[in-house]
C-alpha cells in the first residue's frame, strides 16, 4: 500500500487481507467443475443496497451470450444487485442454447439473491465454441457461499482466471469512497482477442450517468491502451458498481483520477501476465499532431511481432520499430524523428547515433522497457503498454484447448 | 511444366534449366559478403533492348533508400535496362548516408551496362537499420558475371533470398510472349512487415501505362491478398520489365491472366515458405456485400494469431476463426454465417453443427487447409492466403540480427 500526499491508499497486485470489498459487497467463488484442473470457476458477487452500475463491452461482431445479456439487464435498469462469472467456458458460439444459458445463469442468480433476474449480470471466459454445461453451473451458483471476509477479493480474482498465472487486483481508499477492481486476461500478442473481464465495486455514491461517463474515459486510458485497433474479443466486459453504501457523494475529479488509477493498474497487470511474456514495453509516443495518432503509431508498435520477438531475443532491433510505426496509417517523417530506448537515444533527426552497446544490452535485459519516439509534429503524446514473444506463447495457444 | 488447354506451359517452384529469361535479358550473382554465411547476396538484370517498366512499392511511411531511390528513376524515365538487388542488408533506416549509398549502387550499375544511372533500379532486403558496406557491394557489382544461361534463373531467386528456404520462381510461355518471375519473401506472421521482393522480365511488347495498369491489377489479386490491412514493409516491391525482344504486342486479356498467375503463384510461395511455417492456410470468404468486405474479413482471419496457433496445433477452434471474424471491422450477422473446415461444415446459420471428429482431424493434419466462411449477406467473394504459426517464428524473429 502506498500512501499518496492527499491521504489516498491505493495499492495493487494480489491482494492481501487489508483489502476487502468496500461496504455492502459480498462474494463467494466455487469449483463447479468447468476447468479440468479442478480449480475455482465460478463466483458471484452480490450488492445490498442495490448498486447503480455502468459497463464497456465487447465491440466485436460477434458477441458472445452473456454479453447480449448483461448489455440489455445494463440498458434495461441500470440497477445491478449481483453478478456471476464463470471460468472454463466462454459461453460464444454457441448459438440459441447459449443465449438460453446465459440467461439462466441470471434467474439463478436472482433466484439465490433475492433480485428480479434482469438486475443482475453475467460474464464468462475460456474456450470458445463449446456448450456450457448449465446443470454444473446452477447447482454450483446454489451452492457458493456468501461473504465479505478476508480473502474474498483474492478468491474472486482467482476463479476468473483462465490463461492467467496471478490473480489482478487494484484499489484505493479516501476519506469519501473504497474502490476495488479485479480483473483477468492475458494472451497479449492480439491482446483484443484474449478474453478481458474486470469487476470494480465502490461505496460512493454516484448516478449512473456519472458512472457511465467515467467508466469511458477510464478504460479509453488504460484496457484500450492495450487492445489493437480498438477491436476486443467475443466475451470482453469491464463493469463498475456503485452500491452508495458510503452516502458521500465524492468529487467527480478525485473519484475519476481513482477510477483511471485502478483501471490502468489492472490493464498493466494484464499485459504484465501476457501468455509467456517476460517484460513489459512501454511505448511512447510524443510530440505528435494529436492524441489519436499518437495512439495509433503506439499500437501498431504494439502489435508487431516482429518488435516482440526482437524485444524476446533481447535484440535492439529498431528498424522494427520504425516499420510497424510507419505503417500505423499516420502521416510521418522519418527525417525529424527521434528514438530513444530506456535513456539511450537510438535515432536523432531520423539519423542513426552512436551509443554505448553494454549500456542497451543492460536496457534491453530489464523487465520494463521504455520505448519513447519522438515524432516532432505537434505537441500531443500518448502511452501504449505491449509486451514480449516468446515460445510459451505458440505453446500455451497452439494447445488450449486440446 | 503444365500444359494448360490453350497452349500456354507455365511452371512453379526451383526453375529447372528449361526456364531462362525471356530473350534480351542476362543476369548475375555473387557473394560479396553482406550474408555472414557467404552465399551469394548480390544479383544484376540487365536488358537490352532497354524496357519498358512499372513497379508496386511499399506504402509504408518510412521508406527505404533503394525504394525512394527506385520510385524517382521509374518516375523520371520509365525506361529501365538493368537492376541490382542485394539481401543481408535493407539499407533502410539509414539515413543521408544510406540514400547516397543506394544511388552509388544505381551509378555503378550504370556503368557496368552502359546506361544512364536514372534508367536502372535498386532493390535491398535484410537487416534494417544497419549501415550498408557500400564499398563491397560496388566491388561486387563490378565482379558480377552476367549470362543468360541455364540455372541463371535460380541463381537470381536464391541471391535475393533472406530468411527463405526455398527460392521462388514461376514462368508462363506462350506462342506471343515469355514471362519470368522471381521473388523472395517469408516471415508471414504480419507479412506486411517481413520485405518482399520480386522482379518479372517478359519479352513482350508493352507501353508503361499497359504495363502499369496490369502490374496494380495483379498485385492486388496476389501480393496484397497475403497482406495484412495493405501495410507493407520499408522495403517492399515488385518490378515488371518489358523488353519487347518478342516483337508481338500480346492479347492484353492473355498478359493480364498470365501476370496474375505468375503473382499468385509467388505470393503462394511466399506464404508457403512463411517463416517456420509448416500449412498453407486458404481462407475463402463467401456471399459477402462486395470484394472489399469479404478481404477484409479474410485478412482478420489471416492475420489472427490465434487463428495461426491453432493451426500449428492441429486444432480446430473455429470460435477464434469467428472472433477474428468479428473484429474485421465489417457489419455481420452470425446469425446466417456457414463455416466449413475443408469439407467438413462446423457451423450452419450460426449454429454448431455435429462433425466427424476423426475427419476433422485428417483434415487439420493436411498441408494445404481451405477455411471457408459463408457471409450470406450478398455474392461477392476473396480468397486470402496465411499459414500456421509455430515454435521456430520465434526462434527465427527472436534472433535475426544477433
Not at 90 to 119: W, Y
Not at 136 to 158: E, H
Not at 187 to 211: R, S
Not at 321 to 331: C, F, M, N
Request: charged share 15%; glycine share 8%; hydrophobic share 45%.
Amino acid at each position: 500500500l502506498q500512501n499518496t500526499s492527499d491521504a489516498i491508499l491505493r495499492g495493487e497486485g494480489i491482494p492481501d487481507e487489508k483489502v476487502r470489498w468496500p461496504q455492502g459487497f459480498h462474494s463467494g467463488t466455487i469449483a463447479c467443475g468447468l476447468k479440468e484442473s479442478g480449480n475455482p470457476d465460478l463466483a458471484i458477487l452480490a450488492t445490498s443496497p442495490i448498486a447503480n452500475a455502468a459497463g464497456v463491452f465487447t465491440r466485436n461482431q460477434f458477441k458472445a451470450a452473456p454479453v447480449l445479456v448483461s448489455q440489455i439487464h445494463l440498458d434495461n435498469a441500470g440497477h445491478i444487485s449481483g453478478l456471476v462469472v464463470n471460468s472454463g467456458n466462454a459461453n460464444a458460439g454457441t448459438g440459441a442454447e447459449g443465449l438460453a444459458a446465459a440467461r439462466e445463469m441470471t434467474v439463478e442468480l436472482a433466484k439465490k439473491i433475492g433480485s428480479p433476474p434482469d438486475q443482475t449480470l453475467v460474464m464468462s471466459t475460456g474456450v470458445i465454441g463449446k456448450k456450457l454445461p448449465i446443470e454444473k453451473v446452477k447447482q454450483g451458483i446454489g451452492q457458493i457461499p456468501l461473504n465479505a471476509g478476508v480473502d474474498s477479493v483474492a478468491a474472486f480474482a482467482r476463479a476468473m482466471m483462465t490463461t492467467d498465472t496471478q490473480p489482478k487486483a487494484a484499489w484505493v481508499k479516501t476519506s469519501a469512497f473504497h474502490l476495488v477492481g479485479v480483473a483477468k486476461g492475458s494472451g497479449m500478442i492480439h491482446p483484443d482477442m484474449a478474453t478481458m473481464l474486470a469487476v470494480i465495486a465502490t461505496d460512493a455514491v454516484l448516478e449512473p450517468t456519472q458512472l457511465k461517463k467515467a467508466l469511458g474515459h477510464a478504460v479509453d486510458c488504460s484496457f484500450h491502451r492495450i487492445s489493437v485497433d480498438g477491436a476486443t474479443s467475443t466475451n470482453d466486459a469491464v463493469v463498475v458498481l456503485a452500491n452508495g453504501s458510503s452516502s458521500i457523494s465524492p468529487n467527480m475529479l478525485t473519484f475519476q483520477e481513482a477510477l483511471n488509477w485502478i483501471c490502468v493498474s489492472l490493464a498493466r497487470q494484464i499485459v504484465a501476465d501476457g501468455e509467456g511474456a517476460s517484460k513489459i514495453i512501454e511505448i511512447c509516443i510524443e510530440k505528435g499532431r494529436n492524441e489519436r495518432e499518437c495512439v495509433q503509431v503506439a499500437k501498431s508498435i504494439a502489435a508487431s511481432l516482429l518488435v516482440k520477438t526482437a524485444f524476446f531475443g533481447e535484440d535492439p532491433n529498431w528498424g522494427r520499430i520504425l516499420a510497424a510505426a510507419g505503417q500505423a496509417g499516420v502521416e510521418l517523417d522519418l527525417s525529424q524523428v527521434d528514438l530513444f530506448m530506456g535513456p539511450i537515444a537510438l535515432i536523432s533527426s531520423g539519423e542513426p547515433v552512436s551509443f554505448s552497446a553494454p549500456q542497451l544490452k543492460q536496457v534491453m535485459q530489464s523487465q520494463n522497457i521504455r520505448v519513447k519516439l519522438v515524432l516532432n509534429l505537434g505537441d500531443s503524446q500518448a502511452e501504449v503498454w505491449s509486451n514480449d514473444l516468446g515460445y510459451r506463447y505458440v505453446e500455451i495457444n497452439a494447445e488450449y484447448t486440446t
